[in-house]
């Protein structure tokens, strides 16, 4: 699988391009480097919120009935998306439209509106989803345990920002933010479909020639804190069973390089499929729990590997005992060679599956270079899985499984004592 050409519009805007006949639709996806990491307290959920208003108007189409009307004309399937440092927005439709597609969302990040109007409305809607945010489970105590391993900074806020910071944020603040902050020097635009090379070249050239701000925000330096609480304890009485989240603090894409396939890797072995270490020990082997999540994000300058489940309340203690005591066997004893492997075609095919489609083939890129300045294919990320040993993985989790790298995050209706999960976190 080729790699993505590399070019440039006449005006400075970097863009890829991925033409292929196997594509039976195309995408158009724009990557602004800007999100959580770049807002203030004040601001925190400004980046998020104007991701909402993009769909609510732009000066050719002034309203979100009159923007909505054009985007299906096209049948396009489209959306965005807010991180910590990264937003992105697509529209996927049939290569016929293609250049339909550009125009449009073209025409949102160049002519935005921000209706006073529909700023309000949106505001009403954000707030709801902090509402149905903190009222799952699930969100609301993966959030909590980024606070409390990361402390007040973007690394720790919500993403949608709080209800108090969102009633805070008016027109001059998002008109503001959105001049600092969307630039041609931080804003990366990938296509992927089957099309005509030249012309889509001239689609861009003709429709982001007007996206001239040549800002380059700064994010706010992260800061690494020595956890000085490692456990986090959350009573509510509307919950029926406990949830709970372990995250291991790792470093960033800067730090890591090539050893996060070692750590993904890792993740894969734990958590993937249902041979895998922690749901065979607490779902099949004890029964202990329904839901079973291992992964990690990696950013630039950090990154963390979770493992979140649920439990009764009976054996909440139980399922952190089990947990931990498996990741102390994988640290101590030999990684069976079967595991390795099976692990390892795990992780292949999850990464293949994330090529098969135009707006899969855009994330898949457009993502890793916006991280990692590189553009990897599916074929060289596989040839770096396989290669992993043994010892590289001991190597990962020596460094990062460790109880002063570890929080854990308990929700439930019950009180516990704080001490015995301290105990269990400090035998890492």
């Not at 890829?16 to 195309?26: G, I, K, M």
């Not at 990938?190 to 070249?201: P, S």
């Not at 300058?301 to 054996?315: A, C, F, N, P, V």
Request: proline residues 2%.
């Amino acid at each position: 699988m080729k790699v993505p050409n590399i070019f440039k519009t006449e005006s400075g805007l970097t863009y890829f391009l991925y033409n292929s006949q196997e594509l039976v639709t195309a995408t158009i996806l724009v990557l602004v480097k800007t999100g959580t990491d770049y807002e203030n307290k004040k601001l925190n959920g400004i980046s998020h919120f104007i991701e909402h208003l993009f769909f609510k108007g732009t000066k050719n189409f002034p309203s979100s009935k009159e923007l909505a009307l054009e985007l299906d004309k096209i049948g396009a399937d489209y959306n965005a998306f807010t991180s910590y440092e990264y937003t992105g927005y697509y529209i996927k439709t049939l290569p016929e439209y293609l250049e339909r597609a550009i125009y449009l969302i073209s025409d949102m990040l160049i002519n935005p509106i921000f209706d006073q109007k529909e700023l309000e409305k949106e505001r009403r809607v954000i707030i709801e989803e902090i509402n149905y945010h903190h009222d799952t489970p699930t969100s609301f105590v993966f959030d909590e345990a980024l606070k409390l391993s990361y402390g007040d900074q973007p690394a720790g806020w919500s993403i949608l920002g709080t209800k108090e910071s969102l009633q805070r944020i008016d027109q001059k603040d998002i008109l503001e933010y959105f001049k600092k902050n969307y630039s041609i020097k931080n804003t990366f635009v990938i296509v992927a479909g089957n099309f005509d090379v030249n012309k889509v070249k001239n689609y861009l050239n003709k429709y982001f020639k007007n996206y001239l701000s040549k800002n380059l925000p700064l994010k706010l330096k992260f800061q690494e804190k020595n956890l000085k609480n490692k456990f986090k304890f959350i009573q509510r009485k509307d919950v029926k069973q406990t949830h709970l989240v372990l995250i291991f603090k790792t470093k960033g894409l800067n730090y890591l390089k090539k050893r996060k396939f070692a750590l993904s890797l890792l993740t894969s072995i734990l958590g993937y499929g249902l041979s895998s270490r922690m749901f065979r020990i607490l779902r099949e082997d004890l029964g202990i729990t329904y839901y079973v999540r291992v992964n990690n994000d990696l950013y630039t300058d950090r990154g963390y590997l979770y493992l979140q489940t649920g439990s009764t309340i009976e054996k909440t203690l139980l399922t952190v005992e089990k947990i931990i005591e498996e990741l102390k066997k994988i640290k101590m004893e030999k990684i069976p060679q079967e595991e390795i492997q099976k692990s390892k075609a795990l992780l292949e095919t999850s990464i293949l599956t994330s090529a098969e489609s135009s707006l899969s083939i855009c994330l898949f890129y457009g993502l890793d270079y916006l991280l990692s300045r590189k553009l990897i294919s599916p074929q060289e990320y596989l040839k770096e899985i396989k290669a992993i040993t043994e010892n590289e993985l001991k190597r990962e989790i020596k460094n990062w499984l460790v109880g002063k790298n570890t929080t854990l995050t308990v929700l439930s209706s019950e009180v516990f004592n704080k001490k015995n999960f301290n105990r269990l976190i400090n035998t890492l």
